[in-house]
Structure formats: structure tokens, C-alpha cells
């Protein structure tokens, strides 16, 4: 029974934004970047366990040219930042980026002049996937959301006010002067 089944007279309406997004969500093709033990994590998510080629992303592309996901597993060093950002570069939009594992995201117990305290200095991150390293199970996880993050995603003029308001959401959460912040009484009184 296929959806043909369930649709009157065979006609399906939806709009281009949804069409495009789910073109973009359904055929990622990634740009592995295994910098360390995460590696052997990510590698494992194409093997017949995991089948990353259900979601769409079997061929993993060696060029830049022909990626549109990167997924950074492991520290980077100092050294490694500039190709990094240079393959980053040369990817085609759009494009996202997944941080994996504690040393991608935050330098892990790296903590010294050789690794990049995160690899957000260097490109922006989509999706940040925590743990060292983190279980295959856990990266198909990520990548699920961030298939949710581009079904939702605007198009055109409709992208630049969603990320304005994305932005203004943000600064609204965090508070940056002492007057934004609650008053001493009624944050006692909330909790």
C-alpha cells in the first residue's frame, strides 16, 4: 500500500519551500573529516549495522565540490584549521556542518596551544554531538535533526526574516546587560 493509495485522484499539493527541503534533507552527500578516534565511529555508520544509505548519504564524497554536509570527528590542531576551513570553503551551498564528538566541539581534555578549542572557531556549526566518542547510533541521531532543522527551513526573503528572528530569540535568552535580567524577588518567586 503506497501513498498513490491514499491521496484523491492521485493529486498531492505542497508548496516549493517543502519540495526543496525535502530534495536538500533526503540526499546529503557528506564530506567526512576523521581527525581522530570519533573517526571510527563515523565509519562504522556506513557499514551494514548502521546503513547510513537509508537517509539518502551512501557516497560519502572525497571532493568538496560535490558535498554538502561535513561532518568534523575529532580534535583539530592548529595545523589542520586552514585545510578545515578551506574545504569548508569549497564546498557548494547550502551547507552544514556537524561537529563530532567532545574534541570537535569544545577541544575535549585538549586544553593547549596545539588543538582548536572547537571547531566553531573555524566554521559554523549545525548540530553539536557531545561524548568521547560518540556511539553511531548518536550521529544517526544528529543527522535526523538535522534533516528536522532543513524540512523547516525557509527559502528567499522568508530565510533572511527566520533568521532574524532566530537571532533576536537568541539575544532575548541570554542576558547580556543587568537590566534584561529578572529582578532578584521575582526570580526567587518563579522557582
Known sequence: MGIEEKLPSGVLLTSVEKLVNW????????????????AMELISIGGPRHD??????????????????MIVAGRV???????LRQIYDQMGEPK???????CASSGGMFNNYAIVQGVDHIVPVDIYLPGCPPRPEMLLDSILKLHDKIQNMKLGANREKQITELEQARLRRLPLLPSLQAPAGRAEAEQ
Request: charged letters at 15%.
Open 23 to 38: 530534495t536538500r534533507k533526503s540526499s546529503f552527500w557528506p564530506a567526512t573529516f576523521g581527525l581522530a578516534c570519533c
Open 52 to 69: 547510513l544509505a537509508r537517509f539518502g548519504m551512501e557516497r560519502a564524497s572525497a571532493t568538496p565540490r560535490q558535498a554538502d554536509l
Open 77 to 83: 590542531s592548529q595545523k589542520m584549521a586552514p585545510v
Open 96 to 102: 552544514w556542518v556537524i561537529s563530532m564528538g567532545v
